[in-house]
């Protein structure tokens, strides 16, 4: 059997793609290279956005990036089930290309945020959670200057009751995201996006302050292989 095809997108300013394509291969998957302006998605069972700085953020993070060749056929894939997750600036893209609803703006305080960050599961029914347990508590890093979520009291209503907040945060909010949101799912539960990155806390090699990242990578691996 080959192993799942989990594309990774790289934009101008992207600098976490290595990082996720070799979580993916620490995981036991293939990681597939996609570049933003090529509007091919090379037959992946799964896409991951990553972080860094699109090109174009100076206009609104993602604003830009989220009208690359690539985003439209990223954009119907997704809305037909095609799993995909989107961390920090790649969560800001999903936003951006209404594929998540809501926005990301400044942090509170105008800071920058960069540190090992508390974070609760709220939802393991995603094909990028299964592998958690609901209330479980993970660590991973944040490093962002406009990861503070926000949205309207009718969405924040409609989240809560679909049950569509995957994480918050916990032992502090490092951005004033309403609700303590890290991360949320689409409806279908296909599409999820969050601030903290799992990338970064997949080996102990590498200093990170957990390896609570990896559920996020064998849980979408174990999903496709189950399909």
């Given at each position: 059997?080959?192993?799942?095809?989990?594309?990774?997108?790289?934009?101008?300013?992207?600098?976490?793609?290595?990082?996720?394509?070799?979580?993916?291969?620490?995981?036991?998957?293939?990681?597939?290279?996609?570049?933003?302006?090529?509007?091919?998605?090379k037959?992946?069972?799964?896409?991951?956005?990553?972080?860094?700085f699109?090109?174009g953020?100076?206009?609104r993070?993602g604003?830009?990036?989220?009208?690359?060749?690539?985003?439209?056929?990223?954009?119907?894939?997704?809305?037909?089930?095609?799993?995909?997750?989107?961390?920090?600036?790649?969560?800001?893209?999903?936003c951006?290309?209404?594929l998540?609803?809501g926005?990301?703006?400044?942090?509170?305080?105008?800071?920058?945020?960069?540190?090992?960050?508390?974070?609760?599961?709220?939802?393991?029914?995603?094909?990028?959670?299964?592998?958690?347990?609901?209330?479980?508590?993970?660590?991973?890093?944040?490093?962002?200057?406009?990861?503070r979520?926000?949205?309207?009291?009718?969405?924040?209503?409609?989240?809560?009751?679909?049950?569509?907040?995957?994480?918050?945060?916990?032992?502090?909010?490092?951005?004033?995201s309403l609700?303590?949101?890290?991360?949320?799912?689409?409806?279908?539960?296909?599409?999820?996006?969050?601030?903290?990155?799992?990338?970064?806390?997949?080996?102990?090699?590498?200093?990170?302050?957990?390896?609570?990242?990896?559920?996020?990578?064998?849980?979408?691996?174990?999903?496709?292989v189950?399909?």
């Open positions: 059997m080959s192993a799942a095809r989990v594309g990774v997108v790289t934009f101008p300013g992207t600098l976490d793609d290595q990082d996720a394509a070799r979580a993916v291969r620490h995981a036991g998957g293939e990681a597939v290279p996609l570049w933003h302006a090529d509007p091919d998605l037959k992946v069972d799964a896409v991951f956005l990553p972080g860094g699109s090109y953020d100076y206009l993070c604003a830009i990036s989220r009208f690359a060749p690539l985003m439209e056929e990223l954009i119907p894939a997704a809305r037909a089930g095609l799993p995909v997750l989107g961390t920090c600036n790649g969560f800001q893209i999903l951006e290309a209404h998540l609803p926005a990301l703006m400044r942090n509170a305080g105008l800071h920058y945020v960069c540190r090992d960050q508390g974070i609760r599961v709220e939802n393991t029914a995603t094909p990028w959670t299964s592998d958690f347990t609901e209330g479980q508590e993970i660590v991973l890093p944040v490093k962002h200057g406009e990861g979520y926000v949205a309207d009291e009718a969405t924040l209503g409609a989240l809560e009751s679909n049950g569509q907040i995957v994480f918050r945060y916990v032992g502090g909010n490092p951005n004033g609700n303590d949101i890290a991360g949320i799912r689409n409806e279908a539960g296909n599409i999820v996006g969050l601030m903290p990155h799992p990338e970064h806390a997949v080996e102990d090699l590498t200093g990170a302050p957990s390896t609570d990242g990896r559920g996020f990578f064998s849980s979408i691996l174990k999903k496709l189950n399909l």
